[in-house]
């Protein structure tokens, strides 16, 4: 059987996936949005494996080692993030995590409605787990990053994207077409676990809908977006956008964070708080717990897979030689335990593979891999 072809085994609560270090768990957090009280639920829950929520590049939270998976799920269940037991993998519905408060649309409401929808509507339990939703509010922050289904809004609506293309479908309510452009998939889908596998899929769909595919520069095209640090709002009050180093955010962390108010997950594996008064407090809350809130930080863009002893397949412990080898800021480096290259953001990123033999950038064998990298980042 074709490799992409093959029973989805996405992970999620209920069904976990075994890595070497144990179950590891996959949480849903529909638009990255965690309320005090679920992020102080998750942290509860992580106690049951190695203490630390992951934030992957959906916006959503894995724990691993799960050692109890039931008592897990009932605290998840408990901090309200299990709503649904049949569409609990299907869930993944990133949102832009400024939500309209630097420019543009405020999408809360909408990752909320289609959340619901998409929970009450027994056909959507055939979404793969890697099927995923995007929610930008103008700004670009999620439209370019490949989404199966995107409604972006618009000076008087949305617009529809599909599998990163832009369609001629706009519309005023965004959820419905959202919804129907997934039940296109599921008709066409055969076996694929994304839009962008199918032949033809998304000009398929939009088809379907009645509209066609417009040129991907005409809509998508968006400047770089910066995620950390201090940004002042549209009302006068501020954002805080913060790193956390491996996309692994400590318990100690998360409670830090929770202490000011709502927080919302990144797809870049950072966090971000809004509609401070003063961001002063925050920022010394998160640097004291060890968050990165400096944009010119030199773990900024630095991203690596899980790497020894978490995975079976890598070759090294890849987040240990990457701290070692931090040196100064500059372009994103991605470190990868193996060929899989498993966690490597979109985009241009220095790529840096273990073998048997040592370390590649960019597939070529290097002696001294912190020399290397250093180089290559200033490149």
């Known amino acids: 059987m074709n490799e992409r ?59 691993r080692a799960v050692r109890e998976l039931g008592a ?14 049949s569409h609990e993998r299907v869930r993944n519905i990133l949102g ?34 890697r099927f995923l939703f995007a929610v930008d509010d103008g700004r670009g922050e999620v439209a370019g990053l490949g989404a199966d289904v995107t409604v972006r809004a618009e000076t008087g609506g949305w617009r529809l994207l599909l599998a990163g293309a832009p369609t001629t479908l706009g519309v005023g309510d965004p959820v419905p077409l959202a919804l129907r452009a997934a039940e296109e998939f599921l008709a066409i889908r055969e076996g694929h676990w994304r839009l962008a596998e199918v032949p033809d899929g998304a000009a398929r769909v939009a088809a379907a809908l009645g509209g066609s595919l417009l040129d991907r520069a005409a809509l998508i095209d968006a400047p770089a977006l ?12 501020f954002a805080l956008g913060a790193l956390a ?8 962390q998360a409670l830090a964070l929770a202490e000011f108010g709502t927080v919302r997950l990144t797809p870049w594996r950072g966090v971000v708080l809004l509609d401070l008064t003063d961001p002063r407090p925050a920022v010394r809350a998160a640097g004291a717990a060890g968050l990165v809130t400096e944009a010119d930080s030199p773990w900024a863009g630095v991203t690596a897979c899980a790497g020894k002893p978490n995975c079976a397949k890598a070759i090294r412990d890849v987040r240990a030689d990457a701290s070692a080898a931090i040196g100064a800021p500059g372009r994103p480096v991605h470190w990868a335990g193996c060929g899989r290259h498993c966690g490597k953001p979109r985009g241009p990123v220095v790529l840096v593979e273990a073998t048997e033999n040592g370390y590649l950038i960019d597939g070529v064998p290097v002696e001294d891999v912190t020399a290397a990298v250093e180089t290559a980042r200033k490149q």
């Open 245 to 252: 180093p491996f996309g692994r955010l400590t318990g100690e």
């Open 226 to 237: 910066d995620s950390i640090g201090v940004f002042e709002q549209l009302d006068g009050r």
């Open 5 to 63: 072809n093959r029973a989805d085994a996405c992970p999620g609560v209920l069904e976990p996936h075994h890595a070497a270090d144990g179950p590891l768990v996959r949480v849903r957090v529909p638009g990255g949005v965690l309320s005090p009280d679920a992020l102080r639920g998750l942290v509860s829950a992580a106690e049951f494996g190695d203490g630390a929520l992951e934030l992957t590049s959906r916006a959503n939270v894995q724990v």
């Open 72 to 85: 897990f799920e009932e605290r998840v269940r408990a901090a309200g993030l299990l709503p649904s037991r």
């Open 96 to 129: 832009s995590p400024f939500s309209g408060r630097l420019g543009g649309t405020d999408v809360t409401s909408v990752n909320s409605v289609l959340d619901r929808e998409l929970c009450s509507r027994t056909v959507f339990t055939e979404l793969p787990g």
